[in-house]
Antibody, heavy 122, light 108 residues
Framework: EVQLVQSGAEVKKPGESLKISCKGS????????IGWVRQMPGKGLEWMGI????????RYSPSFQGQVTISADKSISTAYLQWSSLRASDTAMYYC???????????????WGQGTLVTVSS | EIVLTQSPGTLSLSPGERATLSCRAS???????LGWYQQKPGQAPRLLVY???NRATGIPDRFSGSGSGTDFTLTISRLEPEDFAVYYC?????????FGQGTKLEIK
């Protein structure tokens, strides 16, 4: 069974750094693009970016370029989303999700992780 | 960037009725690379339809997708109680990939 398991909820202060994780299992981690989606409280889904763990090729939405860093460690089948300096506006649920077909970046997300809630408050 | 506009914002129907959800793109979606997701409260989204008209694995046949170019539709033929949720469309044929703002399907 393909599974994506995300790290637990985080509570941080503005200006702090953070790295959340998403561990894939049940498939070849290096041959599927994996990405991140933001959902702010009570709002819709926003596509942040994707990474190909095989060679770390990364694509960002212009809205998130320079605001976050997406990375992956293929040795432990884990993708990451990190911030160097959090803001209150980063408060949201963050989902990781794998693209549905191996090797192609032009595919929908399927399946999804369970989500990681990030709360940034002073 | 392709902007996806979903309508209506909220749809109030009863179990057993037919639901028709619309997703309109600001420009043509390449290769009909348009998907639909369902999200229930407190849960992650789930892929229902990909490439505009193909049901994802395990999705009941009461869900169907259609459309091409800039106009796409998700139809639920006979609503079951578990179908009341928020539905999102997403295009993945152009960069950046984008989502629509969602349609909430609520019980009337």
């Amino acid at each position: 069974e393909v599974q994506l398991v995300q790290s637990g909820a985080e509570v941080k202060k503005p200006g702090e750094s953070l790295k959340i994780s998403c561990k894939g299992s049940g498939y070849s981690f290096t041959t599927y693009w994996i990405g991140w989606v933001r959902q702010m409280p009570g709002k819709g889904l926003e596509w942040m970016g994707i990474i190909y763990p095989g060679d770390s090729d990364t694509r960002y939405s212009p809205s998130f370029q320079g605001q976050v860093t997406i990375s992956a460690d293929k040795s432990i089948s884990t993708a990451y989303l990190q911030w160097s300096s959090l803001r209150a506006s980063d408060t949201a649920m963050y989902y990781c999700a794998r693209l549905s077909v191996h090797s192609s970046s032009w595919r929908p997300f399927d399946p999804w992780g369970q989500g990681t809630l990030v709360t940034v408050s002073s | 960037e392709i902007v996806l506009t979903q309508s209506p914002g909220t749809l109030s129907l009863s179990p057993g009725e037919r639901a028709t959800l619309s997703c309109r793109a600001s420009q043509s979606v390449s290769s009909s690379y348009l998907g639909w997701y369902q999200q229930k409260p407190g849960q992650a989204p789930r892929l229902l339809v990909y490439d505009a008209s193909n049901r994802a694995t395990g999705i009941p046949d009461r869900f169907s997708g259609s459309g091409s170019g800039t106009d796409f539709t998700l139809t639920i033929s006979r609503l079951e109680p578990e179908d009341f949720a928020v539905y999102y469309c997403q295009q993945y044929g152009d960069s950046p990939r984008t989502f629509g703002q969602g349609t909430k399907l609520e019980i009337k």
